[in-house]
């Protein structure tokens, strides 16, 4: 079974970047379409972005378009998302999510395989 950890998580500062992985095991990455959920405490599980088998992508989020980039690297088996100009909005735990369909969904119930999580906490 596929399976996905979630890691690159942690305190960083208004205007600041991080990057997060998501690595598999258990299968290669490159037979499924990835997405990137975040959710903030009180909040529903927001769809961030996605990349296609193929490295095509979308960003789902208005306010994260110029700013997040998605991207693979299937010799690693992991998929990554840069984050750059980060905002306190921006504080969530971040999830990975695959699934072997080749389309993007927004929701998260389009995705069978989940990560355990990473925590992203922009703050001063």
């Known amino acids: 079974q596929l399976q996905l950890v979630e890691s690159g998580g942690g305190l960083v500062q208004p205007g600041g970047s991080l990057k997060v992985s998501c690595a598999a095991s258990?299968?290669?990455?490159?037979?499924?379409?990835i997405g990137w959920f975040r959710q903030a405490p009180g909040k529903e599980r927001e769809a961030v972005s996605c990349?296609?088998?193929?490295?095509?992508?979308?960003n789902y989020a208005d306010s994260v378009k110029g700013r997040f980039t998605i991207s693979r690297d299937n010799a690693k088996n992991t998929v990554y998302l840069q984050m750059i100009r980060l905002k306190p909005e921006d504080t969530a735990t971040y999830y990975c999510?695959?699934?072997?369909?080749?389309?993007?969904?927004?929701?998260?119930?389009?995705?069978?395989?989940w990560g355990q999580g990473t925590q992203v906490t922009v703050s001063s």
């Open positions: 258990g299968y290669t990455l490159d037979n499924y379409v």
């Open positions: 990349t296609l088998r193929s490295g095509g992508f979308i």
């Open positions: 999510a695959a699934d072997d369909h080749d389309y993007c969904s927004r929701e998260a119930l389009g995705y069978a395989y």
